[in-house]
């Protein structure tokens, strides 16, 4: 039996930026509990965006190139996926952001929940919600970072 049937599969939206690589990284460091694959529209990371530290485990991530709007890139790459975590983002205009950092995750949260997929995260900045405008988070919302 191979060591893998015991692995979950991980799977990163935006692997490539730099919250990705470090997610990738970080889940990687446990090698023994988790297979990692990223989608992201330009694949692996180019050498000169990834950190010397990084470079190495970031040699054992599955990089697919695809878009997270392209329905089916989404579903590809989620086949046979435990977790997936975005961390696609971006800043500029408020309709930019809502394109990508909100209609693109519930895109991907849709498509994961068609696949199976046990769990979704999702990561962010807390600057999205709380900071640029005055806006304070409710006592509700619990900020981790």
């Given at each position: 039996?191979?060591?893998?049937?015991?692995?979950?599969?991980?799977?990163?939206?935006?692997?490539?930026?730099?919250?990705?690589?470090?997610?990738?990284?970080?889940?990687?460091?446990?090698?023994?509990?988790?297979?990692?694959?990223?989608?992201?529209?330009?694949?692996?990371?180019?050498?000169?965006?990834?950190?010397?530290?990084?470079?190495?485990?970031?040699?054992?991530?599955?990089?697919?190139?695809?878009?997270?709007?392209?329905?089916?890139?989404?579903?590809?790459?989620?086949?046979?996926?435990?977790?997936?975590?975005?961390?696609?983002?971006?800043?500029g205009s408020n309709e930019f952001m809502q394109r990508i950092c909100g209609d693109a995750?519930?895109?991907?949260?849709?498509?994961?929940?068609?696949?199976?997929?046990?769990?979704?995260?999702?990561?962010?900045?807390?600057?999205?919600?709380?900071?640029?405008?005055?806006?304070?988070?409710?006592?509700?919302?619990?900020?981790?970072?």
């Open positions: 039996m191979s060591s893998n049937v015991l692995k979950k599969r991980l799977l990163i939206l935006g692997g490539n930026g730099y919250v990705g690589q470090n997610i990738c990284h970080a889940a990687l460091l446990q090698s023994d509990k988790y297979l990692v694959r990223s989608l992201s529209r330009s694949g692996p990371p180019s050498p000169s965006s990834t950190p010397p530290h990084l470079a190495s485990t970031l040699e054992q991530v599955e990089w697919v190139s695809g878009d997270v709007f392209d329905a089916s890139a989404r579903k590809d790459s989620m086949e046979g996926v435990d977790y997936v975590v975005s961390t696609i983002g971006a800043f995750t519930i895109e991907a949260i849709l498509t994961a929940k068609e696949a199976g997929v046990k769990k979704f995260g999702f990561v962010s900045s807390a600057q999205v919600y709380e900071g640029s405008a005055g806006v304070k988070n409710p006592e509700s919302v619990t900020m981790h970072g």
